[in-house]
């Protein structure tokens, strides 16, 4: 008990509590005894020497550095506490006035019987900085359970989702989405896709790095999101369970553990399925023909329903070889099936305001894959801290089929007249070869340098089948164009230096380069190969913190990156759901090349932490949208043009007003300028404007077995070079029951439980197009959630193990809304 109420006073120490009047320092690193890695988060007091008074405290960073400052001249004590750990005294601290004391290395040791008294534990924020990255401990929120990891982004500071599920950072869909640290195929297919098939529950924090150091690919010009999902670090069995059952969802998810001795196992499985979601879709569009001046217009309207089923299962195993040499084995398996149907699809077709004709139709599009990622990891660590070695291998492949079917109907009867189909099968196959290692070298200096092989291939075979009665007998087209096998393989080879130093007191520089070679193969199984240049890049980065006495923190970064076109913007499969409305890739897309800088700053004021921070992003080869028009046809396709340069700011609070209430505020506000700088006048176009989303978080404990959760965002319209997409917002409600001393969960939420549904317009309006497409989404919903913890308590420490980072490919921005989806 007594180490129950030490544990407390720490961790309100470590916030609330007055330092002193004096001028002198106290620093030092937390490391484990076994593994020689960072103790992050332990609670640090310092105690008079003589009397044991408390003096001050704080908590130590997540890489378990701390500073206490505006101490007094005297002889102190330091006395650590984290669970796992026994407590650690550092006695006879002699400090005189003005000076920094650094205490260096301090080793913690793994203490099982501590574990069996202690059950507090100190809860991160919502939200935290760090030198290169933002951190948004989603574990804290209970508002995105039950949900997928789409639910989860909407909540993550500077990211940004569409009504698609497209996923940006600070307006750029330009981002490479990790798990863990490591590539995924079906992230290279199709981000929103992905974000589906990843339960929220599973999700531990997600990292936005938007100043990524040498070490990570060049790839990712808005930056990396990085999933943390929850490990299990539980000594013998443990079992996780949740499930939710709502209007338009449920969903089950178990995630079990067993870890004894040197060994870890996971296993784990989670099914979700949504249906009910209704909405409408309407488009209007106008082509002027650029030689006769005649106007086509063709008006469409349908109603859509959308469902899904998605499952993801993992088996892991983590092997303690000895102290200082451990093997991790990762498997995932994955599948996803998300049919969407439109029914009574209507379209009217116009020549200079004369009706020419008039379709009705019902679609149906299918949505399925399945993917594997396999994983295996080798780490040595060092006798001194920091030092390690890791090779690091995987293999990833994601198999997608993506079809549609139009079935034309009689206007009178109902009956089917004929009709269309597209059968698009692809594979993205991944494999990586990785090789990083780090040593200190002198005092506060770090020196990490390794190499790595991509090896990827891609292929995407495509047909056109046509039906000329109601019968339905399809007979293929063999129009290469629209039946065609297309297959691209790339090899991305690159090493790395980076550097890591403290110059001055408080100073924290981190500097490095990185060079890849990129070379490209790419044919078509009927027709010539596409012509691809291989191409070398050489990227820098620069972080440079400044970390105050009082904690607050001054981050200054730079970094340039490259962008490689996915499978999204290169697939030559001609996508006519809507006949009039199509979208095609473009195989010979070039990468673009973006520099950003940033400067950020962080404060606290007692229980109130506030982070600002502005930015700039130039890039040069966009890739972008492109719609032309063509008769009474709009088509999209992708095409490298002109520049894009963004900037703006970011600001986000976490504030406790009053005890047992968490509040959370974030805006993103940034000014967008497009432009193809194309010279001719009839295909030029720029667009330019402000671009925001704000976010709110709010938790009341009501007592220890009741809380309150709520949550709101809002996205404004997104500037397109041709145009915008509209905004939308969403909100969340959620009332909890906690029991079995917090081990399990029962609640029941709303989702915009106000609102029937809400619009988002695409709107397009550039030399001979003009064009207006609304999508109507009915998302409200109220669900049951439960979940339950089976487990003891952790008795040493895991091993941090090492992952891999495919920080690439550019992702479809979803911008495409008229297609109908």
């Known amino acids: 008990m007594n180490k129950l109420l030490l544990l407390y006073f720490l961790l309100i120490a470590s916030l609330t509590a007055k330092a002193g009047d004096g001028k002198s320092i106290i620093t030092g690193t937390l490391v484990d005894s076994a593994s020689r890695q960072p103790v992050g988060y332990a609670s640090v007091a310092v105690l008079e020497q003589a009397t044991g008074k408390p003096v001050s405290g704080v908590m130590a960073d997540g890489n378990g550095l701390f500073t206490i400052g505006r101490l007094a001249a005297g002889t102190y004590r330091l006395k650590i ?59 804290n929120d209970l508002t995105a359970r039950g949900g997928d990891a789409t639910d989860v982004m909407k909540r993550v500071p500077m990211v940004s989702v569409d009504l698609d599920g497209n996923v940006s950072v600070r307006g750029s869909s330009n981002i490479k989405v990790l798990i863990n640290g490591k590539p995924s195929a079906m992230m290279s297919a199709s981000v929103s896709d992905a974000l589906k098939q990843i339960p929220s529950d599973l999700i531990k924090s997600v990292e936005v790095i938007t100043s990524p150091s040498a070490k990570y690919d060049a790839e990712g010009s808005g930056g990396i999101l990085n999933i943390i ?67 086509s217009l063709t008006t469409q309207s349908a109603r859509t329903k959308n469902s899904g089923l998605m499952g993801r ?84 492949q994601n198999n997608r089929n993506y079809n549609f079917e139009n079935i034309f109907l009689n206007q009178t009867d109902g009956s089917v007249t004929n009709g269309l189909k597209n059968l698009n099968n692809s594979v993205n196959k991944e494999f990586t070869l990785e090789a990083d290692y780090q040593t200190p070298t002198f005092k506060n200096q770090l020196l990490e340098f390794g190499a790595k092989d991509i090896i990827r291939t891609v292929s995407s075979d495509y047909a056109y089948y046509s039906a000329s009665d ?153 890739i972008q949208t492109i719609r032309t028009g063509s008769g009474d046809t709009v088509r999209t396709t992708y095409q490298n043009l002109g520049k894009q340069n963004a900037y703006g700011m970011s600001l986000s609070a976490n504030l406790s007003p009053i005890n047992k209430l968490n509040l959370n505020f974030g805006i993103d506000l940034y000014y967008l300028t497009l432009n193809n700088q194309n010279p001719d006048p009839t295909y030029y176009a720029s667009n330019h404007g402000w671009v925001y989303n704000y976010r709110m978080f709010g938790s009341y404990d009501l007592s220890d077995k009741y809380a309150i959760q709520a949550f709101a965002f809002h996205r404004s319209n997104q500037i397109q070079l041709q145009g915008y997409q509209g905004g939308f917002g969403v909100y969340n409600l959620s009332f909890n029951r906690y029991f079995a001393n917090k081990k399990g969960t029962i609640g029941i939420a709303g989702d915009n439980f106000l609102s029937k549904g809400y619009k988002i317009p695409t709107v397009v309006s550039s030399g001979n197009i003009s064009q207006t497409a609304m999508n109507v989404n009915y998302i409200r919903s109220f669900e049951i959630k439960l979940s339950y913890k089976i487990g003891g308590l952790t008795n040493k420490p895991s091993k941090p193990k090492k992952t891999i980072n495919n920080d690439d490919l550019k992702q479809d921005g979803g911008d495409n809304s008229s297609s109908g989806k």
């Open 313 to 396: 299962y993992n088996f892991g195993v983590d092997y303690d070889i000895n102290d200082h040499n451990s093997l991790s084995l990762g498997l995932v398996l994955g599948a996803n099936n998300r049919p969407v149907q439109q029914n009574d699809f209507f379209t009217q077709s116009y020549l200079n305001d004369v009706l020419t004709g008039s379709t009705l139709q019902n679609n149906k599009i299918t949505n399925n894959s399945n993917q594997i990622d396999a994983t295996l990891t080798y780490t040595h660590t060092g006798n001194t801290p920091q030092r390690e070695f890791s090779f690091l291998t995987a293999f990833s």
């Open 81 to 139: 506490t984290f669970i796992g750990y026994a407590d650690k005294v550092v006695p006879n601290l002699q400090m005189a006035e003005g000076a920094t004391l650094k205490v260096g290395a301090i080793v913690m040791s793994a203490n099982a019987k501590a574990l069996s008294e202690v059950r507090i534990t100190a809860k991160k924020a919502l939200i935290e900085e760090k030198i290169d990255r933002t951190v948004y401990n989603a574990e």
């Open 470 to 622: 109601g019968s339905l007998n399809y007979q293929p087209l063999t129009s290469a164009s629209l039946s065609n096998s297309f297959n691209y393989k790339q090899n991305v080879a690159s090493t790395y230096l980076s550097y890591t130093l403290s110059p001055f007191k408080n100073y924290t520089l981190k500097a490095g380069a990185r060079y890849e070679y990129t070379s490209i193969t790419a044919d078509f199984e009927t027709g010539s190969a596409v012509s691809i240049p291989n191409y070398g890049v050489l990227v820098p980065s620069l972080n440079l913190a400044r970390k105050f006495d009082n904690g607050d923190m001054l981050k200054l970064g730079y970094n340039r990156r490259i962008q490689r076109p996915s499978l999204e913007y290169l697939n030559p499969n001609v996508q006519a759901a809507n006949p009039l409305s199509i979208t095609v890739g473009n195989p010979a897309l070039q990468p673009e090349f973006t520099n950003n800088f940033e400067l950020a700053y962080s404060t606290h004021i007692k229980n109130n932490n506030f982070n600002i921070s502005a930015f700039m992003r130039n890039t040069n080869d966009a």
């Open 229 to 295: 999902l929850k490990q299990n670090n539980l000594e013998g069995l443990s079992l996780n369970i949740n499930t939710t059952a709502g209007t338009r969802g449920s969903g089950l998810g178990l995630n079990g553990g067993y870890k004894v001795g040197k060994f870890n196992f996971s296993l784990g499985g989670f099914g979700r399925a949504s249906y009910n979601t209704p909405g409408d879709f309407t488009n209007s569009q106008t082509v002027t023909s650029l030689t006769s001046n005649d106007v």
